[in-house]
């Protein structure tokens, strides 16, 4: 794909972000609440958990996710009080961010590379599998991804590639690195990698010591966070250093591989330590794009740098607090801008260099693998678990129709079978209820429902058990939800109830 008509650059990235709504967008109403976005609503003081004011959010966080960066809760607990708790309204800031992370990515593959870089590793990220997903998950990762591109972006131009007194620049590194320390403790990694590289390779002159300044600015106004860190170290260390189910280094490497080629690469298990070959090859790889002078510092070399240095750090951490599981490969998001826009470049210079046909190969392969992983699967399953539960639907149309005094009567199997996204919804359903595990509890339905003249029955089916036993005294209303695995029906005693 050649994209080197200047002009029709910012035309490229419209289509990008277009793309991006289709598998980013589709499914941001698709399933009901994940296990973790269940935490978050509960530490966010969402509905009768709440309401909750900042302060009360971290009090609460500490004590039921201290491990978590705060930053994300404040901010939905924030989103909730305005625009409501429904999956769309609290998937929206995800969606939002996932968005600002393709542009900025373009940004700064443009700044660095060229516009084909840019455009080239948008269409890389566009077609990660891994990172769509999170545009429909009320999870930090979207913003770790923004952040990380903003981070690095912003320090090229501070420190490196940019006009010395670049204002906004500087205010842009100084949102990165706060954004990204509040986002997710393993995505700040990608600080201490920039600041090694800071430290070695820029020129001591004024114009890295203002830049020395910004990073010391970042740590104290990250002060509040870094205070209650050890508690999150303490917490996860406790939990999991008998077990110790965190990932040794060649088994992050295959599990990286296979995030990154959405699939394709499959490296067998028995091989894993031939990928500890990798580190020192890349490190060799990446000298050769290195500069001799200071002054002219390659962004190869910045980014392949910085990107490995993380990479070794999150590792560092890993063999002390254990947590990094095979099915937690998001932790190492913020590796994707520097690895897409490596990526892009090579691909670049491969067109360049007169491979144009192998590349455009190349790049079109690594998109439509990912986009064809995210249409196929609801979400992206080889590297995390989300219960396919449909239950949201039946809670809105609950919110919108339901009356104080209306009886629910809900099947266990149409429930979500996480304990914690059942007890989420049993809890804030402020109705009379009862829950229906078998024959014997239909017996009771008739004691239970005396004082009540509607009656909202959940079910995983039609024409149940549970609605046979609704139907012979009650008058049927209507069906609010009505799809293959979940079905929601009201019933009253009169036409007129139905209303």
């Given amino acids: 794909m050649r994209l080197s008509l200047k002009r029709s650059a910012w035309l490229w990235m419209v289509l990008v972000l277009l793309l991006a709504v289709l598998p980013g967008g589709r499914r941001i109403n698709s399933l009901t609440f994940t296990r973790d976005e269940t935490w978050t609503l509960m530490t966010a003081g969402a509905r009768n958990y709440g309401p909750y004011t900042l302060s009360q959010v971290l009090e609460v966080q500490q004590r039921l996710a201290p491990d978590q960066a705060f930053g994300w809760d404040l901010l939905i607990n924030r989103q909730g009080a305005v625009a409501g708790w ?8 995800s969606f939002f961010f996932g968005l600002l992370a393709l542009a900025m990515v373009y940004r700064a593959g443009r700044h660095m590379f060229g516009q084909q870089t840019g455009v080239g590793a948008c269409l890389l990220l566009l077609g990660s599998s891994l990172f769509i997903q999170y545009f429909h998950i009320s999870r930090a990762f979207t913003p770790v991804v923004f952040f990380s591109s903003l981070l690095l972006f912003a320090y090229w131009r501070v420190a490196i590639g940019g006009r010395p007194h670049d204002r906004l620049g500087q205010a842009s590194l100084l949102a990165g690195g706060i954004g990204l320390l509040y986002s997710h403790y393993f995505g700040a990694l990608l600080i201490p990698a920039l600041g090694l590289f800071h430290l070695l390779f820029v020129r001591k002159d004024r114009r890295w010591w203002l830049t020395s300044l910004l990073f010391l600015l970042i740590l104290l106004a990250a002060l509040p966070e870094l205070t209650v860190l050890h508690r999150g170290v ?3 260390v406790s939990r999991y250093a008998a077990s110790r189910p965190g990932m040794d280094v060649a088994e992050t490497l295959e599990r990286l591989a296979f995030a990154l080629t959405n699939g394709i690469i499959r490296w067998p298990g028995r091989l894993d330590t031939v990928l500890l070959l990798f580190l020192p090859l890349a490190m060799l790889t990446l000298t050769r794009t290195r500069s001799r002078h200071a002054a002219s510092l390659s962004p190869a070399w910045f980014l392949g740098f910085t990107a490995l240095v993380f990479f070794l750090l999150v590792m560092g951490v890993n063999h002390f607090v254990p ?3 095979t099915t937690r490969i998001r932790y190492l998001l913020a590796l994707w801008p520097p690895l897409a826009l490596l990526t892009a470049a090579g691909i670049a210079q491969l067109a360049g260099g007169g491979q144009q046909r192998v590349a455009d190969w190349l ?18 399953l080889p ?3 989300h219960e396919k539960s449909i239950v949201h639907l039946a809670d809105q149309a609950l919110m919108k129709s ?3 005094d209306d009886f629910l009567i809900l099947s266990r199997e149409a429930l979500p079978s996480d304990k914690l996204n059942r007890d989420y919804y049993l809890h804030v359903w402020e109705f009379p209820r009862e829950v229906i595990t078998g024959e014997a509890d239909l017996g009771l339905l008739d004691q239970m429902a005396l004082p009540h003249s509607r009656f909202w029955v959940l079910a995983p089916e039609r024409d149940g058990d549970i609605e046979q036993r609704v139907q012979e005294a009650l008058r049927f209303c209507r069906r609010p939800v009505d799809r293959g695995d979940l079905v929601l029906t009201l019933y009253a005693r009169s036409d007129a109830d139905c209303a």
């Fill in 402 to 404: 339901a009356q104080p």
């Fill in 363 to 380: 790049l079109a392969g690594l998109v439509v693998s990912g986009i064809a992983v995210q249409l196929v699967t609801p979400y992206y």
């Fill in 323 to 325: 947590v990094l599981m």
């Fill in 383 to 385: 590297h995390d678990y």
């Fill in 86 to 93: 429904n999956t769309v309204s609290v998937r929206a800031w």
């Fill in 234 to 236: 303490e917490h996860n």
